[in-house]
T-cell receptor, first 111, second 118 residues
Framework: KNEVEQSPQNLTAQEGEFITINCSYS?????LHWLQQHPGGGIVSLFM???GKKKHGRLIATINIQEKHSSLHITASHPRDSAVYIC?????????????FGKGTKLSVKP | GAGVSQSPSNKVTEKGKDVELRCDPI?????LYWYRQSLGQGLEFLIYFQGNSAPDKSGLPSDRFSAERTGGSVSTLTIQRTQQEDSAVYLC????????????????FGPGTRLTVL
């Protein structure tokens, strides 16, 4: 079974700062997911990526398949980015099984 | 278009009672998932449906938990003889099912049902 670790667990930043959240996993995978959970509880899928980099607005996700590591970056952070960010990977590696989730990184952006 | 909906949004029940939680997926999505999020814990997979069949029930924590899906659409998660440790937010998600695997399909989450067992 895959093991998914995220760091940091908590992150406080000032508005405008560049944010990096890290995710590592133990078994090679075909795709990794980044999710955002709003303070009210709603969950939104941000990215699904299998190689390289994806960008959406101020959010950038990268993955290094060889190192089994992914990062989520937020440029010019804003208080509305405050949320829990969760990475998820296939439970049994490759594309097998359902998703197993990291414990999440709670981001708080201060004005 | 409409997203994933779940009902009820909140449910308070007494220990030992049975509860049913409902999920309406996005129209046309063939894959449906149930997850549980306990207080301070990460998301935990419960069960996955492809159409009406459940190829993966491995996450159901005990035989008190069951789920069904009829007509390839609505799903119901039933918890019998609820215990206090069942208190959590139960989340449903759906995906188009075209990715070939549940882990390579973008999932769309519902708002969740907060279950409190007294």
């Amino acid at each position: 079974k895959n093991e998914v670790e995220q760091s940091p667990q908590n992150l406080t930043a000032q508005e405008g700062e560049f944010i990096t959240i890290n995710c590592s996993y133990s078994v090679g995978i075909s795709a990794l997911h980044w999710l955002q959970q709003h303070p009210g509880g709603g969950i939104v899928s941000l990215f699904m990526l299998s190689s390289g980099k994806k960008k959406h607005g101020r959010l950038i996700a990268t993955i290094n398949i060889q190192e089994k590591h992914s990062s989520l970056h937020i440029t010019a952070s804003h208080p509305r980015d405050s949320a829990v960010y969760i990475c998820a990977a296939p439970n049994y590696g490759g594309s097998q099984g359902n998703l197993i989730f990291g414990k999440g990184t709670k981001l708080s952006v201060k004005p | 278009g409409a997203g994933v909906s779940q009902s009820p949004s909140n449910k308070v029940t007494e220990k030992g009672k049975d509860v049913e939680l409902r999920c309406d997926p996005i129209s046309g999505h063939t894959a449906l998932y149930w997850y549980r999020q306990s207080l301070g814990q990460g998301l935990e997979f419960l069960i996955y449906f492809q159409g009406n069949s459940a190829p993966d029930k491995s996450g159901l924590p005990s035989d008190r938990f069951s789920a069904e899906r009829t007509g390839g659409s609505v799903s119901t998660l039933t918890i019998q003889r609820t215990q206090q440790e069942d208190s959590a937010v139960y989340l449903c998600a759906s995906s188009p099912g075209r990715g070939g695997s549940p882990s390579t399909d973008t999932q769309y989450f519902g708002p969740g049902t907060r279950l409190t067992v007294l």
